[in-house]
């Protein structure tokens, strides 16, 4: 698996499974009638943020992550990051190859902690691999997601320094 910088060549890959994965309306914050413009306008970002695609040997794409800054200001030192992965391709390593390369990129831009905003708490397996990267949850806000299936649960806010 090879991760590179995403280009908008890269959108027709990404948007099925991005537009899948949001429409669902389980894990991100976004609208979930959100449409294609407007979704590739939101996910590919420009410098000095990044968007990368995790793609195989023969280049097809696997997942997606957007990196930037969090905050401004006197808080302008904290990264965030979110992470797309083709549902057809997961438990393969690419959600760790991904989350561990926005790290390395956030370390390297000078950030010195990553948070994220809106980690769905039933989203388990994104939370046991934040955990595992060293990400711990610092809080929740509960009741702030709407899920389609269990109803309102909690939104955390994780957090990790560089």
Same mark, same amino acid.
């Given at each position: ?24 309306? @389980? ?10 413009e ?16 995790? !793609? ?9 992550a ?25 438990? #393969? *390593? ?13 370390r ?6 990553? #948070?994220?905003?809106? !980690?769905?708490?039933?989203n388990?397996?994104? !939370?046991?691999?934040? @955990?595992?990267l *060293? ?11 709407h ?16």
């Amino acid at each position: 698996m090879q991760i590179r910088e995403a280009t908008a060549a890269d959108w027709p890959a990404i948007w099925p499974f991005f537009h899948r994965i949001v429409a669902a309306g @389980e894990t991100f914050t976004f609208p979930t009638g959100l449409g294609e413009e407007e979704g590739r306008d939101w996910w590919l970002l420009a410098e000095p943020d990044r968007t990368v695609v995790a !793609v195989d040997g023969a280049g097809t794409v696997l997942g997606t992550a957007k990196m930037n800054r969090n905050h401004m200001g006197n808080a302008a030192h904290i990264a965030s990051a979110s992470y797309m992965v083709d549902p057809t391709h997961t438990g #393969q *390593g690419v959600g760790r190859s991904l989350c561990e390369y926005s790290l390395e990129w956030a370390r390297g831009a000078g950030y010195r902690a990553m #948070q994220f905003n809106a !980690v769905v708490a039933t989203n388990s397996n994104a !939370v046991r691999l934040y @955990e595992s990267l *060293g990400f711990e949850v610092v809080g929740t806000l509960p009741e702030g997601f709407h899920h389609p299936v269990h109803g309102y649960v909690g939104l955390h806010v994780m957090y990790r320094l560089l």
